[in-house]
């Protein structure tokens, strides 16, 4: 009679120190992974003697397998296949989130649902886990793990509070990563949880110190840590999908982002009907010349409505952060306009190529030039959600709040713009902890020149 998951499951929790269960169950695991996947993933048989099993267990910890080929960041993206309520943009087919190596085969791991290590910095995480003879887990590792773990004890590791840093990284700085329960974290974070979404942050510091954050370890057997070759990409490549302003219709495209609200139910929310609402909104101006290569992107920005609730209508979550926060604008020179108006916007990466962090891209903007604001980001999200569907990340860097109290220390009395991300498989609208240049984000960027704007 064939083996099933479940039973083989049950010979797993009833003698976890039985290198023969232990092969057959995760070959089980994988069989059924690898069908719903539409491949094929071989298990060798599991190297740790049941000593080493009885030590692992003894120490809070459990074995896990990564297949070889799904290991490495490139690879990463054929993990949301198997796992598809995991949501992250750091699965993403040409994600940004780098691996400082590629382990694969078998490892174990720290298998409490709660991470270890908590309190700590990034270099006393590194130094603790070095001196255990262990190494931090990859974050592909670290998926596979709490996929067992929710198979296993029917919770994903990380699932009530706390968040682990891993060897990964963006633009390198390292990260950290939790999994969404079916329960908000925390009775003082009031979280709208994803269950099974994979949350990847990566706006901490080295020396951020939290008491819900600590880190993963692995230790390998003794065949080894499998490392897998993988050359890094040189550069993160985003889609060339820049809008063609010359063979833009201006009042097809106005007609296009008005729908766009309509369907969103703005009329509405202003007491108008469809065509009232579409009557009230202004024009699109020709391009300035001027704006030809830095500005391509009309865009229509609706003031009328709060953009605390032109995000709900948008389908775009607010954090914990902005719901407790004002945004104000950075300066005069960036105060949007009263009414409903339209403008010339850069599009993702267009004004910016490279990284920038928003002080440095302020300083650099011409004087025909605005950051953007938190309504427009909310536009652009209503006119290009492909932007966020790719894993692109836009700041407002035209305004800024300092009422964040997150990290307790004096560096935490900074500016900090909103932003767009993908978090839980939907845009939500956040903000940055520390004010730098992060390798999957872009400041938003307007031409000075608008039409309408009257309240």
């Given at each position: 009679?064939?083996?099933?998951?479940?039973?083989?499951?049950?010979?797993?929790?009833?003698?976890?120190?039985?290198?023969?269960?232990?092969?057959?169950?995760?070959?089980?695991?994988?069989?059924?992974?690898?069908?719903?996947?539409?491949?094929?993933?071989?298990?060798?048989?599991?190297?740790?003697?049941?000593?080493?099993?009885?030590?692992?267990?003894?120490?809070?910890?459990?074995?896990?397998?990564?297949?070889?080929?799904l290991a490495t960041q490139r690879t990463r993206h054929r993990l949301a296949a198997i796992f598809p309520l995991l949501?992250?943009?750091?699965?993403?087919?040409?994600?940004?989130?780098?691996?400082?190596?590629?382990?694969?085969?078998?490892?174990?791991?720290?298998?409490?649902?709660?991470?270890?290590?908590?309190?700590?910095?990034?270099?006393?995480?590194?130094?603790?886990?070095?001196?255990?003879?262990?190494?931090?887990?990859?974050?592909?590792?670290?998926?596979?793990?709490?996929?067992?773990?929710?198979?296993?004890?029917?919770?994903?590791?990380?699932?009530?509070?706390?968040?682990?840093?891993?060897?990964?990284?963006?633009?390198?700085?390292?990260?950290?990563?939790?999994?969404?329960?079916?329960?908000?974290?925390?009775?003082?974070?009031?979280?709208?949880?994803?269950?099974?979404?994979?949350?990847?942050?990566?706006d901490l510091g080295p020396g951020d110190r939290v008491d819900y954050l600590g880190g993963r370890s692995v230790g390998?057997?003794?065949?080894?840590?499998?490392?897998?070759?993988?050359?890094?990409?040189?550069?993160?490549?985003?889609?060339?999908?820049?809008?063609?302003?010359?063979?833009?219709?201006?009042?097809?495209?106005?007609?296009?982002?008005?729908?766009?609200?309509?369907?969103?139910?703005?009329?509405?929310?202003?007491?108008?009907?469809?065509?009232?609402?579409?009557?009230?909104?202004?024009?699109?101006?020709?391009?300035?010349?001027?704006?030809?290569?830095?500005?391509?992107?009309?865009?229509?920005?609706?003031?009328?409505?709060?953009?605390?609730?032109?995000?709900?209508?948008?389908?775009?979550?607010?954090?914990?952060?902005?719901?407790?926060?004002?945004?104000?604008?950075?300066?005069?020179?960036?105060?949007?306009?009263?009414?409903?108006?339209?403008?010339?916007?850069?599009?993702?990466?267009?004004?910016?190529?490279?990284?920038?962090?928003?002080?440095?891209?302020?300083?650099?903007?011409?004087?025909?030039?605005?950051?953007?604001?938190?309504?427009?980001?909310?536009?652009?999200?209503?006119?290009?959600?492909?932007?966020?569907?790719?894993?692109?990340?836009?700041?407002?860097?035209?305004?800024?709040?300092?009422?964040?109290?997150?990290?307790?220390?004096?560096?935490?009395?900074?500016?900090?713009?909103?932003?767009?991300?993908?978090?839980?498989?939907?845009?939500?609208?956040?903000?940055?902890?520390?004010?730098?240049?992060?390798?999957?984000?872009?400041?938003?960027?307007?031409?000075?020149?608008?039409?309408?704007?009257?309240?």
């Amino acid at each position: 009679m064939p083996v099933t998951l479940e039973d083989a499951m049950a010979a797993y929790r009833a003698n976890p120190t039985d290198p023969d269960v232990v092969t057959s169950a995760f070959r089980e695991i994988w069989r059924e992974r690898a069908a719903a996947a539409g491949t094929v993933h071989d298990v060798p048989p599991c190297p740790y003697t049941a000593a080493e099993l009885a030590a692992v267990d003894a120490a809070g910890r459990r074995v896990g397998y990564l297949p070889a080929e799904l290991a490495t960041q490139r690879t990463r993206h054929r993990l949301a296949a198997i796992f598809p309520l995991l949501r992250s943009f750091a699965l993403f087919e040409g994600n940004p989130v780098t691996n400082l190596d590629n382990p694969s085969g078998w490892f174990d791991y720290d298998a409490g649902t709660d991470a270890p290590y908590l309190g700590s910095d990034e270099h006393d995480l590194v130094a603790a886990v070095a001196a255990e003879g262990r190494t931090l887990a990859s974050l592909n590792q670290y998926i596979v793990a709490t996929q067992d773990s929710k198979l296993l004890t029917g919770r994903y590791l990380d699932e009530r509070v706390t968040w682990s840093r891993f060897a990964h990284y963006i633009g390198g700085r390292m990260v950290c990563s939790r999994v969404d329960g079916p329960e908000p974290p925390a009775a003082d974070r009031p979280e709208e949880p994803n269950e099974g979404s994979l949350l990847v942050a990566f706006d901490l510091g080295p020396g951020d110190r939290v008491d819900y954050l600590g880190g993963r370890s692995v230790g390998a057997p003794s065949t080894g840590r499998g490392l897998v070759a993988e050359a890094p990409d040189p550069v993160l490549r985003y889609p060339d999908d820049l809008p063609d302003p010359a063979a833009l219709d201006l009042d097809g495209e106005l007609a296009r982002q008005a729908a766009g609200y309509v369907a969103l139910g703005f009329h509405r929310e202003l007491g108008l009907t469809e065509a009232e609402y579409v009557a009230s909104l202004p024009r699109f101006a020709p391009q300035p010349p001027e704006y030809r290569g830095r500005l391509d992107v009309p865009l229509l920005v609706e003031t009328r409505i709060p953009w605390e609730r032109q995000a709900d209508l948008a389908g775009i979550t607010r954090s914990v952060g902005t719901r407790t926060t004002t945004f104000v604008p950075i300066d005069e020179r960036h105060r949007e306009p009263a009414g409903p108006y339209t403008a010339w916007f850069a599009w993702f990466g267009q004004r910016f190529p490279d990284p920038v962090a928003p002080d440095e891209a302020r300083a650099e903007l011409a004087a025909d030039e605005r950051g953007g604001s938190v309504l427009e980001l909310v536009a652009q999200h209503v006119a290009h959600p492909v932007l966020n569907a790719t894993g692109r990340f836009v700041d407002a860097i035209g305004h800024e709040t300092r009422d964040i109290t997150f990290l307790k220390d004096e560096e935490n009395q900074v500016r900090r713009n909103p932003d767009i991300c993908y978090w839980r498989g939907k845009p939500e609208l956040g903000i940055a902890l520390h004010p730098v240049a992060y390798v999957n984000c872009r400041p938003l960027v307007r031409g000075s020149a608008v039409t309408g704007g009257v309240a």
